[in-house]
């Protein structure tokens, strides 16, 4: 059990957290703070999977020269999870509008089935 | 019951996904913490005579910016760059798409005075988080940070300015800040492919590692990206914050 | 070729500018974003008729493994013009017909529709999810309803969101197993992975395209979306949206699962290409009897994309040569009919203000063009000979009777769901043409006519024209696809692998040498 797994773990969890969150009501603030920490969960995981034991951040100084073993940890994970956040506040702000829009058509933000929606194969 | 069933179907996910990923030859595999690209990345040859980018034959890969994450995400992929940027363009538009003709509150909003401790203490935060948020975003070819966290701190900064002197920045000036840094940053993209004949290239040279001012063009970009963040943030701010708030009126 | 950058940046910088022009909508910012479309119909018109080779575009400057590149031949031109067209189309129709929008319903039109062309040429894994994921929030917020409840969209914006999160695990473990992002990369390295990455890897970001898809059991979100959104949304979803969440999968199933082939079967009976078949399957024959028991016309009309979409599905999941074809026609007949029937049943809905179709019953009497233009996107959907969907639909019958017992079943399915599909689209239509209520109680006589003029005529001829076109000439079609699906599978010598690797040498890709 070392640090990766338990990191790994963590992500994991935090994923299937978010998962309960989804599945366990219909408060649509709830489902956004649900699938807020999935994709924090997924971004961890995403990290991780560049990580390696006591390298340092991939900022190149004067002391590392390109032939010798790498100090770095991967960095293409570090650059992907950077649009990944940035593509998460994105999705998480229209999600907050529409909550508001939500809540002044129905008076609360508990989004059960739109009237109609059970009628055929939903 | 109802709640006992999604916390078991959840578990099941993430025992399912750790016991297929977290064991044995699989999670050496996939924690190794290198990999071919990365590793190339990591091996630009950054402090070679004036690079020559494009073409067969060229040493490998070289940007001058040290840090490599920034030379990967404004230049290696400076396609998913635009993108994200897109992305976030668009939901804020969307925000306001969504929330238009929906009734809002009048020119005037009551609206409590700000504390004395927030009025008082505003103006050095602001500040300091103006200064800082530049600093950050200028510094991102050296230094971790860079163009988005730098437009969060300076969005950060012009909302504690809204809510402590009450006033709004007008949309206007936000969407003008917003498209205009939007545009030169495709404007950037076709300068590329002007001038090195391929959209989003680097257009310029590279300095020496770790000077000020060895990657012009990530600097360029890094401060359009956190000009147009800050103006999308404080957007979304402004837009969330004027509508009516719906626990206030009674349900129907 | 690198003219095909255009499709991305020309919308784009449109869309950061045109919101200059000012909040309101006014002449100047529908004229510029009509114009800035128009434009790119135009180009991609010419980039057609001027054919050149398949090329790949490097962005960035850096050769494919470590830059993002872009694939452009003639199918994929075919295609980002097609999302074009319609969305042009979609957009004269909210000018001309619907209701008043902020100007940032004509910005989020473009940035969709650089999204589809990003998503159909790009050559990178998580290239191609940032290009699904801008198009999921702009199509998110445009079906944003003006009146009446949001929870469908609601509904969109969750599933789509968790599907995106899903998707994006699977690229972290598919980056981390095989180390690169490139999907010709990534493909090569495909059968040397440990099985449970490519498991983990390959179920998850499939379910982010089967969402995109509206396949069976994550189509929840999308009739009620359908319903609230306005008609020109509905357009685009249909047009748009699905097409290019389908034609990305094809792509990851073509380049990265090759076809299915290379993951192990689970214990020895069922692999992972027959249970998307199975998917499908499920998916056309449920939306084609939904629509029977259907009384709204836009959740209609929902379902018809959910079972068209299925059978795309089953399609992509066989994989051979004639299947393939089938898919891509089929992507394109859906896309072309769906417009004209949106088209009619948008004017029907703001016109009666309902929307279950029995109110529309005699609209046809006042405007008879109408129930044409509905008839010619029912026979396009549905796939009467000599319209593009019986192209598709009999590609599939010939690559699906190659395929045993499992393919067999698919054209029974397909046979019974036609069916099921042309009552329903039928029965409409003959709603719309019948004359109105001697029992009925038709609220109020339809006025003299629908519309009129050149803005009413102007979007559903141009949809017409590449019907016909497609319908009476699909050979030019059929060149293009077959071509391509010989260079996705490796076959040719314009294969995307090969060009690929070999757009590093200077001459090949046009990079200018530095001065």
Known sequence: MNIVTIVAISALLLFGIGLYGLWSGRNVLRWILAVGLMETGVNVFLVLTGWRPGAAAPIVTEAFSTSGPLPFIDPVPSALVLTSIVIGLGTTTLALALAVLHGQEHGNLDCGDDPGTLEVLE | MTRLLPALVSLAVVVLLGALLLTGPTRDGLFRGSSGLGDTFSRRDARGPAPDRVGPGSRGLENASANTVTAIVLDYRGFDTLGEVTVLFAAVAGAGLALFGRRRRGQAPPRRRASLILTTAAPFVVLFLFVVGLAVALHGHLTPGGGFPGGALLAAGLVLLMSSTGHEPSARRLHLLEGLAGFSFVTVGVAGLVWKGSFLAHFTGGGALGDFWSAPVTILLYLIIALKVSSELTGAVRTLALVEDPTDKEAP | ?515
């Open chain 3, 1 to 515: 070729m690198s003219a095909a950058v255009a499709f991305i940046a020309a919308p784009l910088a449109a869309a950061f500018l045109i919101p200059l022009l000012g909040t309101r909508a006014s002449w100047g910012t529908r004229s510029a974003s009509l114009l800035t479309l128009g434009s790119l119909l135009a180009l991609g018109v010419w980039m057609l008729t001027h054919p050149v080779p398949p090329q790949v575009v490097i962005l960035g400057g850096w050769r494919p493994p470590f830059g993002i590149n872009l694939y452009v031949d003639a199918t994929a031109l075919m295609l980002v013009t097609l999302f074009v067209l319609v969305a042009l189309a979609a957009l004269w129709f909210q000018h001309q017909h619907g209701q008043e929008k902020p100007v940032s319903f004509d910005v989020l039109v473009l940035v969709l529709t650089a999204a589809g062309a990003g998503a159909v040429f790009t050559q990178d894994l998580f290239n191609l999810f940032v290009f699904l994921e801008i198009a999921t929030v702009s199509a998110v917020a445009l079906s944003a309803p003006q009146t009446g409840s949001p929870r469908g969209v609601i509904r969109y914006w969750l599933f789509s969101s968790v599907s995106g999160a899903a998707m994006l695990l699977g690229i972290a473990v598919l980056y981390s197993g095989a180390g690169t992002l490139n999907l010709v990369d990534l493909g090569a390295r495909w059968a040397h992975l440990e099985a449970p990455v490519r498991w983990v890897s390959g179920v998850l970001i499939l379910l982010g395209f089967l969402v995109k898809m509206e396949i069976m059991p994550f189509h929840v979100w999308a009739p009620a979306t359908y319903r609230r959104a306005p008609s020109s949304v509905g357009l685009l979803l249909s047009g748009v949206v699905t097409g290019l969440a389908a034609f990305s999968a094809w792509k990851f199933f073509a380049l990265v699962l090759r076809g299915g082939a290379s993951l192990p079967p689970v214990s020895g009976v069922f692999s992972f290409s027959q249970a998307l078949f199975g998917l499908g399957a499920l998916t056309l024959i449920l939306g084609a009897l939904a629509m029977l028991a259907e009384k709204d016309g836009k959740r209609l009309l929902a379902f018809s994309t959910i079972s068209a979409m299925g059978l795309v599905l089953m399609a992509i999941s066989l994989g051979n040569p004639r299947a393939v074809r089938a898919a891509l026609f089929l992507i394109f007949a859906h896309a072309l009919g769906k417009g004209l029937l949106f088209f009619v049943a948008g004017l029907a809905t703001s016109r009666t203000r309902r929307s279950e179709w029995d109110a529309w019953r005699g609209l046809g009497q006042a405007s008879p063009s109408l129930v044409w233009f509905w008839f010619l996107g029912a026979a396009t959907v549905i796939g009467l000979p000599l319209f593009p969907g019986f192209w598709g639909k009999l590609s599939f019958v010939g690559g699906a009777l190659e395929m045993g017992l499992w393919g067999r079943t698919g054209v029974l399915l397909l046979i019974v769901a036609t069916v099921a599909e042309s009552v329903a689209l039928l029965r409409v239509g003959h709603v719309l043409w019948e004359r109105p209520g001697e029992p009925a109680t038709a609220a109020e006589p339809p006025a003299a006519c629908a519309c009129g003029g050149v803005s009413y005529w102007a979007g559903a001829l141009a949809l017409i024209a590449v019907i016909l076109w497609m319908g009476l000439w699909p050979s030019v079609f059929t060149r293009a696809f077959t071509s391509t699906q010989s260079a996705y599978a490796g076959r040719s010598p314009s294969s995307v692998a090969r060009i690929s690797t070999d757009a590093f040498a200077p001459r090949r890709a046009g990079l200018k040498q530095d001065r």
